[in-house]
């Protein structure tokens, strides 16, 4: 095509054309090459892709890179505490071809579904391409999880199998994972084994154990390479259809319980590779880190669309800032990294330790610089530009979402970038911002659309089809609502401005605020509980709760700090409420319906909107009287 403009008029146009297109400048691994790229006879919401191919993108992710360069590196680690692995591409193919017999040795089969509750460790790769390479589809779950976190997404996917680790490191702190893992699996009574990595060993007491049903990883996989030995050759991979699910991740909303999207070989990994290709130009030989978790969708986009590029990619389990200010920094400079994805978050956390600890390390290889996950201020974007970039480097704004396997706008290379956008759609992707009617809006904020269907698009939630029709294709026929505010202002960039419906991000990390209310009103003195973010200088947005008591109840500091342990002990750390405000009522609708947006505006002290609905304007005062004044970022202490 003649220029950037030209491609995405006919990716919209034709995306059948464009996706077959995308899929041969990869050099995707097919089983057997499809007859057709695209179905959608059945409707946009459930297009089928790559009619009568074979793809299973675990083999595709191993064997050729393997074949091609046996000795190359494939994935290095590296934990809080100094440790450190490498794998060859020989090496990772060879244990995902052992794990995959370990997992059927305890009973895994096609379509079954397994828990991999870990953090970042090179295990957390392998369990995930050894599941896809026998067709079993893996759940991944956030290591900063609560047992009943935890417990909720196994239950729904009735998970047969998790997969842990002793525990790890975090600021120098040792984290019990087994012992969560074990509370979560009481309440699963689905799961029949427990897999756990020796990541602490003897570093921490030994770990609660169930001589029935836990089983150590590296026994495990020893016992599966002897079998393996003295069997010969192991099978081959089964040609794999491309809408075989291998992935279930579940994704908050605004009510009920989290959504478990559901992705298939032939979608969320092919569309990671192109956003990695088209948008962060990730070529064979380069090497990315992104500094993520397992269970984020950028965990597994990190690891399948790395690996299908034959890119290296570069895990790390702790903090950023530890046991230095340079961690992050000395990573990125110790492993050639060329391809760095940080969030706002994590930014406005090192600034404040300036600008040495980054020059004390040669970032001389980084060529891409990446964010996601939430708004950028100006400030901490040029700081990015300015001190990790050198004022040279790209920086790729990527915003999308787990339902779609990765982004919907970002920052092509090719096109200027304004500093805090988007400069456009990623490439094949049919983005537009529309008003109430669906009809494009510019210089405006208006809804963020996807008017075409793309492979990434999650083939449903999980048992559960109806409501995923309802959530993002109801409210224009045939179009994709996703959620976000956007704009494109007079100059062409976009912005996003926020969610259109009420899911919360801390720090890049979504949740929905049901779960962070049915946390808090598991209090025994909570009767209700509204969540809601806030503004927050360090974390993009903050989680306040908002709650009524029980008759009898007081409010004093150590019934606030009660209610955010409940919340942390659920949800996990990273979902700790900044502050707890007790009320005597929420604003609700007529029908009973609490009204968050409201909750938001008394807090902040903002123009509450059209209130037509609300039952008692009181409430509303309320609120305003417990807020703090200029509340944003704090709020009667939670403790």
Not at 60 to 87: C, I, K, M, Q
Not at 323 to 339: C, Q
Not at 366 to 374: A, D, H, N
């Amino acid at each position: 095509m003649a220029d950037v403009p030209a491609l995405h008029a006919r990716a919209v146009d034709d995306p059948a054309w464009f996706w077959g297109a995308a899929a041969d400048n990869m050099g995707l691994a097919w089983q057997r090459r499809p007859t057709a790229v695209m179905d959608a006879s059945r409707g946009p919401e459930w297009t089928r892709w790559w009619s009568g191919g074979a793809f299973n993108y675990a083999e595709a992710s191993t064997a050729p890179r393997a074949a091609r360069d046996p000795s190359g590196e494939a994935v290095a680690w590296e934990g809080e505490d100094g440790e450190f692995r490498r794998l060859t591409n020989a090496a990772l193919r060879d244990y995902v071809v052992v794990a995959a017999r370990m997992f059927r040795d305890a009973g895994v089969r096609s379509c079954d579904r397994v828990g991999i509750f870990l953090p970042m460790l090179v295990e957390t790769v392998i369990a995930t391409l050894a599941l896809g390479r026998i067709g079993a589809i893996f759940t991944p779950i956030f290591s900063g999880y609560g047992a009943p976190a935890v417990a909720a997404r196994l239950q729904d996917c009735e998970a047969s199998v998790l997969v842990t680790a002793d525990g790890f490191f975090r600021r120098g702190a040792v984290v019990p994972m087994k012992a969560v893992a074990d509370d979560a699996v009481a309440l699963a009574p689905s799961v029949g084994r427990v897999i756990v990595v020796r990541r602490l060993g003897v570093r921490a007491p030994a770990p609660p154990w169930n001589p029935e049903r836990d089983r150590w990883w590296d026994e495990s996989v020893d016992a599966a390479r002897a079998a393996l030995l003295d069997e010969g050759e192991p099978e081959a991979t089964l040609a794999t259809d491309p809408e075989t699910p291998y992935m279930l991740i579940y994704t908050s909303g605004t009510t009920g319980k989290p959504k478990g999207a559901v992705h298939v070989h032939g979608g969320f990994p092919i569309k990671a590779a192109q956003d990695l290709a088209h948008t962060f130009d990730l070529r064979t030989g380069d090497a990315l880190f992104w500094f993520t978790d397992l269970g984020w969708m950028m965990g597994p986009w990190a690891i399948c669309g790395s690996l299908l590029l034959g890119a290296r990619l570069l895990l790390y389990e702790g903090a950023p800032d530890h046991p230095g200010p340079d961690r992050l920094w000395a990573l990125v400079a110790r492993h050639r990294v060329t391809h760095l994805g940080l969030s706002p978050t994590v930014i406005r956390a090192l600034i404040p330790h300036g600008t040495e600890p980054v020059r004390a390390h040669d970032l001389g290889r980084l060529r891409v610089l990446g964010s996601t996950g939430e708004p950028w201020d100006p400030e901490s974007w040029a700081w990015y530009f300015r001190e990790i970039g050198g004022g040279r480097l790209p920086v790729v704004n990527y915003s999308g979402g787990t339902e779609v396997s990765g982004g919907i706008v970002g920052c092509n290379l090719l096109t200027p970038i304004k500093p805090a956008s988007f400069n456009g759609p990623c490439p094949g992707t049919a983005a537009d911002v529309v008003d109430a009617a669906g009809q494009p809006l510019r210089g405006d904020v208006g809804e963020l659309v996807i008017r075409q269907p793309q492979p990434g698009i999650t083939r449903g939630f999980w048992n559960d089809p109806d409501r995923y029709v309802e959530t993002y294709w109801s409210r224009l026929p045939g179009v994709w609502v996703h959620g976000d505010w956007a704009i494109v202002d007079g100059d062409g960039y976009w912005f996003i401005r926020g969610r259109s419906d009420d899911t919360l991000k801390v720090a890049g990390k979504r949740v929905g605020p049901a779960e962070v209310e049915a946390a808090a009103t598991a209090h025994p003195a909570v009767v209700e509980a509204a969540a809601i973010g806030v503004p927050h200088a360090i974390k993009g947005e903050a989680i306040v709760v908002v709650c009524t008591l029980r008759r009898g109840e007081t409010d004093d500091d150590e019934l606030r700090a009660a209610i955010s342990r409940r919340v942390v002990a659920e949800l996990g750390k990273t979902l700790r409420p900044e502050a707890i405000l007790i009320v005597p009522a929420l604003p609700k609708t007529r029908s009973g319906k609490i009204m968050r947006r409201v909750v938001r505006a008394a807090y902040l002290g903002l123009d509450p909107g059209d209130l037509t609905a609300l039952d008692d304007p009181t409430t509303i005062e309320a609120i305003r009287r417990a807020a703090p004044s200029g509340s944003g970022s704090g709020g009667r202490s939670s403790g």
